[in-house]
């Protein structure tokens, strides 16, 4: 997968390009605003991450060129500016996500594989399936290797999430945001209690838990 | 020396334009009433000496010179106000009532009008000039006459009115120009009040105030107006140094911490002592633990700052009461409490979403922290009989004693018992800049009461003014 990252902080976007690349992106750098348009109208890339503060044209401008220009690249909006106001110019200009800065590493791949994951959903799916865990999104129904299960409204919301992002790391935060539609921060562990619930649901009874805890991320769900 | 600070003051230069239009109205206006009156007299003595001229022609032509020599003789002695003047061709007197010609060059002119000084000695002796007006004719005979008219008498009057109104406009512009003083003292004494808070605050005087007379005119209004930025303008400048005081005290003894592990690690792992895994894992959640209190300074300053939420938007309160409800109900029971709630549906309100969302998610961690296992936490959403919509968390936990309510909102205060509990003591903190972000306010309550053995609790109400 390939990633553009447009950032003018050179120290921040050389740690973000070695932790991506660590985790097996191929990555590409534009130090400002033109320099990113231009990078991102001849390379082909699966998710752009753009600053939303940079010299010569700043990230929203950046977002709004190219959508204009027809460039459909989902875009994760990197910015100091974390106010609700701000998030929502971002999403407005036609980015996909946003991340206020300073943000956890974690946090941030979890973005970009959901984020490049999403482009690839094209038809409207009736059944999710991830291993033995089936899901039927018109009955509302969940299967574990033939076994129903039972699940409240919130929880089925909360597996649809994670079998959409099947063996991808979410973060809380974007379980929060997601599946709750919040973007508050939460001071407990809120979500963990959530996430618990729905575990000893699916995983409950079996051998092979599903329902992974990524330390210092979040969690993840294996096939 | 007051005037020339007075000279510079915009009534004070509005009164002079005014006075300078006016003035120059008045002027028009005599000018055009002494050319109006002057011109009349002139006119009429005009008239009458064409119809004494006439009469005399006609003597002439009939009599010829002696005649009209005769009747010239007869007419000086009456009482008529009329001067003649009989002469040859060549200009020399034959006869009437003054010596001389007023007309000098007579050459060319067979007709000639004139304005003369006809000079007098009165009873005493002294000479008294008067104006008149004449007109010369030359006759068939070649014979030179002059008849005149004294119009001395009509132009004085018709000059006494002019001084009449001269003198009423130049009464009018001192006492425009007094009045003109007064109010500009007055309205300047207003402006220079107002001048002088801006320069103090300039200065740096926040504390500087407007003062307010009590008079409700538009110099009270601008006082209070100006009061109220001020106001707001210490507001957050206090807020923004407590928060910065804030910021430095609390981040400082985590900060070090972090740096002292950091250091002891890096000292360990040189010499092959200790995991510098978990100090740097160590080191990433107290990392993570100075961001959120960093961010949660940050919220609470930039709310009390702006003095209103960001983004309010209309919805139905008992959604986002749900919501929570929905979220925190499995926390409870995972500590062994019970969960139960009472919300009134289609309470509309307008706020900001996400802030209300964080305040009651503070309300309710703090109820879940505090109360012990087996407790019980209660969400409340209802329209007082003021018409504030209320959301309240009551739980059975300690409670806080009344005497440290009012100190718990603030900033970073923590009770000696909750110090063994995570927290920077700003959840509250943040609940209550949010309430007056929209409004509203909070207030804090003994629960339920002391039962079962456990404390009397602690309710949390949250009131925000409803829609409209």
Redesign the interface.
Known sequence: MRILIIEDDLEAADAMQRGLADAGYECQHAPDGEAGVNAARDGEFDVLIVDRMMPKMNGVEVVETLRREGDGTPVLFLSAL????DR?VGLKAGADDYLVK?Y?FAELIARVEALSRRRETGAVATTLKVGELEMNLIGRTVHRAGQEIDLQP?EFQLLEFMMRHAGQSVTRTMLLEKV?E???????N?ID??I??LRSKIDKGFDRPMLQTVR?AGYRLDA | MRLPRLLRTTPFRLTLLFLALFAAAAAAFLGYIYIATAGEVNRRADKEISREMESLQAAYRLGGPDALNQTLVERSVGERPFLYLLMTADGKRLSGSIEESPVADFEGHDEKWTTFTVTETDLDGAEIKRPARGYQVRLDGGEILFVGADVGESESYVMKIVRALWGAGALVIVLGLAGGVLISRNVSRSMSGLAEVVNAVRGGDLKARAQVRGTRDEYDELAEGLNDMLDRIERLMGGLRHAGDAIAHDLRSPLTRLRARVEVALIEAESGKGDPLKAL?QA?EDT?GV??TF??VLAIA?LQAAGSA??PTVFDAADLAN?MA???E??CE?KGQTFDSEITPGLAIKA????M??AL??IL?NA??YTPEGGAVMLRLRRRSSGDIEFSVTDNGPGVPEADRPRVVERFVRLERSRNQ??AGL?LSLVSAVAAAHGGRIELAEGAGEYDGRGPGLRVAFIIPPLG
Do not use: C
């Not at chain 2, 900001?352 to 802030?355: A, G, L, Q, Y």
């Open positions: 974390g106010e609700i106001d929502v300073p956890a919130r709750w919040y973007h508050f921060d939460p001071q407990t809120v209690v959530h618990s619930r210092g | 894992e990433l993570d961001l959120k961010n949660a930039r960001p983004d919501d929905e979220l925190y499995v926390m995972d900001n979403r996400e802030f969302a964080q998610a503070n961690d879940i922290k995570p927290g959840g």
